[in-house]
């Protein structure tokens, strides 16, 4: 048993170190698409919480997902980024709130369509040309 408890803390903290890693080399563009990549795991496992009647995980979910739209909306530049920038600020909280009902009610469709919502903005984000990154 201690061997297996050595095991997973030392495949934690590869983990750990491996990520840091690559967030540390990673573009803003990268990082982004790590976030918005994040979120889409965090509200699909929150969904299978909610499957499973586990309320305490899909809390544990939901509130990753908030906690990663609020780094989104923290990273929207709304000095440089005019209308577009304030759109996607919008589209940002409108998301959050829909998050904070998708917890009250245990609702599977509104995290489908803050997936749904989320996947658009990602591939738009994903076909940003090279040079404009």
Known sequence: MAAVM????YA??????HT???VEEA????????????FLMQVNAAKGAIDREDLEDKG???SRAI????GLIDGVDLERGGVIAENLSNLYEYINTRLFQASVENSIV????????????KEAWDAIPEDYR
């Open 6 to 9: 050595n095991n997973r803390m």
């Open 12 to 17: 934690n903290r590869y983990a750990a170190v």
């Open 20 to 22: 840091e890693s690559i």
């Open 27 to 38: 573009t803003p563009h990268a990082l982004i698409q790590m976030l918005m990549n994040g």
């Open 60 to 62: 544990t979910h939901i």
């Open 67 to 70: 906690s990663i739209i609020g």
């Open 110 to 121: 509104l995290l489908d369509e803050v997936s749904d919502l989320m996947r658009s903005v």
